[in-house]
């Protein structure tokens, strides 16, 4: 018969009605008869069944009531007493662990002496398994099976979830015997195992529980009965989680599956004699009536079902059915021969375009020829054809769009290439040049003021990488790194860099990391300082007063992954609420006069959102007009392993700290950081209050460089006249540096700038202990490298200040002897004229007359000298689009590095590889 055949084709349609007007009359008439024997031997069944279903009820609950009544005798027994309390107090005496005490030898020795009693009351009740003690702590001090159980704790070891926990538990509670229910218990090898607890006492106080696993053939057997099999009958029981507990011939089905008591719910009921009876398809496939009696013991609710195979009952029947069948049987092949043959004639045609029908849609553009004298029949067959027809010619056409959407995703991809490395090269130089002014002797202003420079002109190569990122996650060729890295000194450059534009329109702008407890992560340091870039920079571009708050918290841990969570609240303009659905569309602001005012393309927290949802998180913001917003993301990290909590180098517990500020913000940051590391915190948000809340108990006043009234030139004035020992420390703006000399003459022992850093609070703290003051500066001192006394490097790039800046860093780093090539010509040129050897080679890859690439091939097939063959090959390139460093590593090179230059990147590679 075709797939394609239903009750629904034609063909099917014609067949039916033939067969139902000549056989229905017939069935019909069979039919009565059959059922009114049926009806008879229904009745007689349903009362063989109901006795069965009563009796096997019955024993189940008096079998339980005596097996109650067995153990709470034995948990009054003065043996069963004393051995709990001999484990108990022994085990708290030797002060063990749980697993240490039942391996000892006092153990060995307690358990010799009681065994023997528990022993004989096993070998007396045939249905004890196992006998248990446990203490009220859930420990298992004794099992006589010795099974893995022993020396677990029920309320959280291994087996804290099963049923004999919870029948513990409740024995724990109510001081009550209960049953645990039947379940497959692991240290029994899986077998089904059933549990009653009772509470042990001693002087009418609840000191553990006396457990029995029982042995359960007894109850078993009730559903096991070959006779009653045999005759039809069959019983099984249902706990109230819908597993099997008992029955259905199988073993290997107890608890374990699961039989769908709703089938009473749905399936035909009938009340015959006052009994309610079920007729539907049973868990082993057999078509049955049934009856169901609810048992409950010791608060577990189970479901007695007792079913009669139809099949059985109504054997008697049988033959008188087949007979009826039989008839009716031959009277459907005639006609259904006589009805096919009819129909055949009539659907041919219509088979035929279905076939094609059916080959179109898998694929197939076959024209159809269908023979047939029907007009309807030739026309469908004629616009079919004219339909393959139409598809051929427009396949062709979707091809050519194909090919040429293809080539116009390569341009674009080229062309994003090309200008992620024109951008990298000259920003490689301001970053470059910016490093190794660091380099040089600078005074602590300077090396500050070189730090935001350095700090700017990151966040400036994130913010074009804006551009280059939408154009790659268009293109999806986005990638993402993770580097290990100090979360809380990237969060305080990072609000470094971003404070004195905030600073110049009058705007504060406050860290805080107080929930950042973990120093190291693992995530992508660019990405991340990306997002923040872009939600702090559209903070500061719409807000012209208040602050701007930076909220970072490290949560949700779970094993070595957590969640970094980062707030940006502004006291800005705000945005309405009919708007905030197209922040995150490109190039989307609020309106165009949003636009006009305050400039921006509006990519940024389109990159901002797909960047967070890559790193498996999300953004949300709230916002209300004229009272400011709260933009958000949240990305998943790793924690890194040699993390440690951030604490500060010194011991600063129970030191006293009064915080002089009016920014409440700004003192609530403060006091719950100090706090955290067992300082006691005092506030004033005024200079006169400051001087009533001073004591000779404080160790440290920290004092915000806006205070009036006595201002802070007079307050730490009349405080060092009143207080000798006190710590004084000015906390003011970054352009604020200039004057330190002046905080010193006047009697401050410190300061630093707003927005205030970890590694600020620090080096503040250091000056209680030591003589630390305003005027000594930190010098830095990098550990020496100790270089191989074969050293020489051959640096190729074309472009003239990234050689200057690479040669630089070089020789900061101790690296003096390089040499230089344009191409990858003059490289090969260098490498085989060469008197000294080479260590390495430091290669860009895009320079014209032979880029790197090339280059690394000629050296890797001996073009330079076969002793050059295997020299390290670094690329050093501003490609930085996804594939670029498996190109590298394709060509034959070694190890990458992108532009512009990350210095610790650059030292770790250059140690790998000449230290080799």
Not at 82 to 104: A, C, D, G, R, V
Not at 158 to 166: A, C, E, G, Q, V
Not at 854 to 880: F, H, L, W
Request: hydrophobic share 40%; with cysteine; proline share 2%.
């Amino acid at each position: 018969m075709p797939k394609y055949f239903s009750l629904h084709t034609l063909k099917s349609t014609l067949l039916i009605w033939f067969v139902l007007l000549s056989i229905v009359p017939l069935s019909i008439s069979s039919y009565v008869g059959y059922s009114m024997s049926k009806e008879e031997l229904k009745t007689s069944a349903i009362h063989e069944l109901t006795t069965t279903s009563v009796n096997t009820a019955d024993f189940i609950k008096n079998w339980f009531h005596y097996r109650k009544t067995d153990i709470s005798s034995w948990t009054k027994n003065r043996t069963t007493v004393e051995f709990l309390t001999t484990l108990e107090t022994k085990m708290q005496k030797e002060n063990s662990f749980l697993n240490e005490y039942i391996n000892s030898d006092f153990y060995v020795e307690i358990t010799e002496k009681y065994t023997e009693d528990l022993i004989n009351l096993t070998n007396e009740y045939d249905y004890v398994y196992d006998l248990f003690l446990i203490s009220k702590n859930g420990d298992i001090l004794y099992t006589l099976a010795k099974e893995k159980d022993l020396g677990t704790n029920l309320i959280n070891g291994n087996y804290s979830k099963t049923n004999l926990s919870k029948s513990f538990k409740k024995t724990l509670f109510d001081e009550k015997v209960h049953f645990s229910d039947l379940e497959l218990y692991e240290p029994s090898k899986n077998l089904p195992a059933g549990f009653m607890t009772a509470p042990i006492l001693l002087n009418g106080e609840l000191i553990g529980v006396f457990a029995v696993q029982l042995k359960l053939n007894k109850i078993f057997d009730q559903f096991d009965k070959k006779d009653a099999i045999e005759g039809g009958f069959i019983n099984y029981l249902v706990g109230e989680d819908s597993i099997l507990k008992a029955g259905l011939k199988n073993s290997n089905k107890v608890l374990v599956d699961s039989i769908d008591l709703g089938l009473f719910k749905n399936s035909s009921l009938e009340t015959i004699n006052n009994v309610k009876v079920f007729h539907y398809e049973d868990p082993l496939g057999y078509d049955v009536i049934a009856l169901k009696k609810e048992i409950n013991i010791l608060g577990v609710k189970w479901t007695l079902v007792s079913e009669a195979k139809t099949s059985i009952v109504y054997s008697q029947v049988d033959e008188l059915k087949i007979n009826a069948i039989f008839f009716v049987f031959l009277l459907f092949l005639v006609v259904i021969t006589v009805s096919f043959v009819i129909a055949r004639r009539v659907t041919k045609p219509l088979v035929d375009l279905t076939y094609a029908s059916i080959g179109l849609a898998d694929g197939r553009r076959e024209s159809i020829k269908i023979d047939s004298r029907t007009k309807e029949i030739i026309l469908l067959s004629e616009n079919f054809n004219k339909m393959i027809s139409n598809i051929h010619e427009n396949e062709k056409e979707l091809l050519i769009a194909k090919e040429l959407a293809e080539q116009n995703e390569k341009s674009k991809a080229e062309f994003l290439a090309s200008m992620s490395h024109e951008i990298r090269t000259p920003m490689n130089g301001v970053v470059g040049m910016v490093n190794l002014l660091k380099a040089t002797k600078l005074d602590s202003t300077q090396l500050h003021y070189t730090e935001l420079a350095q700090g700017s002109a990151e966040a400036l190569l994130s913010i074009i990488n804006d551009i280059l990122d939408f154009s790659k996650i268009e293109a999806g060729k986005l990638e993402l790194e993770d580097v290990e890295f100090n979360l809380r000194d990237e969060l305080g450059n990072f609000a470094e860099a971003n404070a004195l534009k905030a600073q110049e329109k009058g705007v504060e702008l406050i860290l805080d990391v107080v929930d950042v407890k973990q120093s190291l992560i693992i995530s992508d340091i660019t990405r991340v300082r990306q997002m923040m870039t872009n939600l702090v920079s559209n903070a500061i571009k719409f807000t012209s007063e208040g602050h701007i708050l930076i909220h970072v918290r490290l949560d949700e841990f779970k094993s070595d992954s957590a969640k970094l969570f980062v707030d940006v609240h502004d006291s800005g303009i705000g945005i309405p609420a009919n708007k905030i659905g197209l922040l995150f569309e490109s190039f989307s602001q609020v309106d165009g006069s949003t636009t006009r005012k305050y400039g921006g393309t509006g990519l940024g927290l389109s990159i901002t959102k797909t960047l967070s949802e890559m790193m498996g998180g999300e953004v949300s913001v709230t916002s209300k007009v004229g009272e400011g917003s709260i933009f958000s993301f949240n990305i998943a990290v790793k924690v890194a392993k040699s993390s440690v909590n951030v604490t500060p180098s010194i011991s600063v517990e129970d030191k006293q700290v009064l915080i002089v500020d009016s920014s409440t913000i700004t003192t609530g940051i403060l006091k719950a950081q100090f706090e955290l590391w067992g300082m006691n915190v005092t506030s004033a948000i005024s200079s006169e209050i400051a001087l009533q809340k001073c004591n000779s108990d404080i160790d440290l006043v920290l004092i915000d460089l806006n205070m009036t009234e006595p201002t802070y030139e007079e307050l730490v004035k009349e405080l060092k006249s009143k207080f000798e020992n006190i710590k004084f420390v000015i906390m003011g703006k970054l352009d604020s540096a200039i004057n330190i000399t002046h905080y010193n003459s006047i009697g401050f022992d410190h300061f630093f700038p707003k927005p205030i850093t970890t590694k600020d609070l620090f080096s503040t703290l250091k000056i209680l202990s030591d003589n630390s003051s305003i005027e000594k500066e930190q010098e830095s001192k990098e550990d020496i490298i100790v270089w191989n006394e074969h050293s020489k490097i051959l640096l190729v790039d074309d472009n003239m200040t990234n050689k200057l800046v690479a040669d630089g860093i070089l020789e900061n780093f101790g690296l003096e002897d390089v040499d230089m090539a344009a191409d990858g010509f003059e490289a090969l040129d260098a490498l085989k004229n060469s008197k000294n050897e080479y260590a390495i080679v430091l290669m860009d890859c895009q320079m014209p007359n032979m880029d790197g690439y090339e280059a690394t091939q000629c050296i890797r097939k001996g073009d330079a000298g076969d002793r050059y063959k295997d020299i390290p090959v670094i690329a050093m390139t501003a490609n930085a689009m996804e594939g670029d460093k498996q190109k590298c590593f394709i060509s034959g090179m070694d190890d990458y590095i992108s532009k512009p230059i990350n210095l610790d990147q650059f030292k770790s590679v250059l140690i790998k590889w000449i230290n080799r």
